[in-house]
């Protein structure tokens, strides 16, 4: 669990306030994304997600900062990372040595973690300037969109004693960031059971289980009828969505994109496509 940061005072939390106001004056609406960011592996591989993550950075404005909610960082209760150096962390085992070597030196912005604690008030945010930093659900992803490491990063956890509701209407408070050139990143994967890989297929994308993709679709039909009630009670909509979603860290990213999509907002699904059997690289893109 993520500790919270020394207090430092009201007026230093009053500047740094005032100076992300000014520096994140209002802009253009920024969209939000949901990256399914699928295996490390992709962090230092080329294939065709790798490559959509990059084409859909050429539709967005380059953003001020960047908040990503990842699948690997659990909390009970709500924490944003506050440090002014994230640190890139390995939080995976069994991958080459190339991989271990990736350093993503994003700056943080404890500004935007205050910004971000302020404007969430159905809950308590703490704000964590030591014990995390990016993790390779940011980092694995990001690094593509922003190679040259020059957009402030932080992340949000997730309060892994919450219903996906709760996630759903903490979500919607993040809003007025978009106007502020924030760009709000989701990522996790909607399809995702581990235990059910399929070993014969890991270097085949395409493969995938009935019960992957009838859940898959299922998913992709709600979201482009924005009709997110269903996607919110996912333990409720039958046994292919119980395998694809065997405990919910990795969808729960999904449900805070998708409760940023305002009414005329327009949504594009992209790097549809399955690994391994179980796992689904589904991505979206709202605004």
Same mark, same amino acid.
Not at 239 to 263: G, R, V
């Given at each position: 669990?993520?500790?919270?940061?020394?207090?430092?005072g009201?007026?230093? @939390?009053?500047?740094? /306030?005032?100076? !992300?106001s000014?520096?994140?004056s209002?802009?253009?609406k $920024?969209?939000?994304l !949901?990256l399914?960011?699928?295996s490390?592996?992709n962090a230092?591989e080329? #294939?065709? !997600?790798v490559?959509?993550?990059r084409?859909?950075? @050429?539709?967005?404005? @380059?953003?001020?900062?960047?908040?990503?909610?990842?699948?690997?960082?659990e909390?009970?209760?709500?924490f944003?990372?506050a440090?002014e150096?994230?640190?890139?962390?390995h939080?995976f085992?069994? !991958?080459?040595?190339?991989?271990f070597?990736?350093?993503?030196?994003a +700056?943080?912005s +404890?500004? /935007?973690a205050l910004e971000?604690q302020?404007i969430?008030?159905?809950?308590?945010?703490?704000?964590d300037?030591?014990?995390?930093? /990016?993790?390779h659900?940011?980092?694995?992803?990001? *690094?593509?969109?922003?190679p040259a490491?020059d =957009?402030p990063?932080?992340?949000m956890?997730i309060?892994?004693?919450k %219903?996906?509701?709760?996630?759903?209407a903490?979500?919607?408070?993040?809003?007025?960031?978009?106007? *502020?050139g924030?760009?709000?990143v989701?990522?996790?994967? #909607?399809v995702h &059971?581990?235990r059910?890989?399929?070993?014969a297929h890991m270097?085949? =994308?395409?493969y995938?289980?009935?019960w992957?993709t009838?859940?898959?679709?299922? $998913? @992709?039909?709600?979201?482009l009828?924005h &009709?997110?009630q %269903?996607l919110?009670?996912?333990?409720?909509q039958g046994s292919?969505?119980?395998?694809?979603?065997?405990?919910?860290?990795?969808?729960l %990213?999904?449900?805070y994109a998708?409760a940023l999509?305002? *009414?005329?907002?327009?949504?594009?699904?992209? &790097?549809?496509g399955a690994v391994?059997?179980?796992?689904?690289?589904?991505s979206?893109?709202?605004?």
């Amino acid at each position: 669990m993520a500790a919270a940061i020394p207090a430092t005072g009201a007026a230093y @939390k009053l500047n740094a /306030l005032h100076n !992300f106001s000014k520096d994140l004056s209002a802009t253009e609406k $920024m969209p939000v994304l !949901f990256l399914g960011h699928g295996s490390p592996m992709n962090a230092i591989e080329e #294939n065709q !997600f790798v490559k959509g993550f990059r084409d859909i950075e @050429k539709e967005i404005h @380059k953003p001020t900062a960047i908040l990503v909610i990842s699948a690997h960082w659990e909390t009970r209760g709500t924490f944003v990372t506050a440090m002014e150096a994230p640190a890139t962390i390995h939080d995976f085992g069994g !991958f080459p040595q190339a991989l271990f070597d990736v350093q993503y030196p994003a +700056p943080g912005s +404890p500004e /935007l973690a205050l910004e971000t604690q302020r404007i969430i008030t159905t809950t308590q945010v703490g704000l964590d300037d030591h014990e995390w930093g /990016l993790d390779h659900g940011s980092w694995s992803v990001i *690094k593509h969109l922003y190679p040259a490491a020059d =957009v402030p990063v932080i992340q949000m956890s997730i309060d892994y004693s919450k %219903p996906a509701s709760y996630h759903y209407a903490l979500a919607k408070e993040l809003a007025s960031l978009r106007q *502020k050139g924030v760009l709000i990143v989701g990522s996790g994967n #909607n399809v995702h &059971n581990l235990r059910r890989i399929s070993w014969a297929h890991m270097n085949s =994308v395409g493969y995938a289980f009935d019960w992957a993709t009838e859940a898959n679709e299922q $998913m @992709k039909s709600y979201i482009l009828d924005h &009709n997110h009630q %269903p996607l919110i009670d996912f333990r409720n909509q039958g046994s292919a969505w119980d395998l694809a979603i065997p405990t919910p860290e990795h969808y729960l %990213p999904m449900i805070y994109a998708l409760a940023l999509q305002e *009414k005329e907002e327009t949504i594009k699904i992209f &790097n549809e496509g399955a690994v391994a059997g179980s796992l689904m690289m589904t991505s979206l893109k709202i605004g």
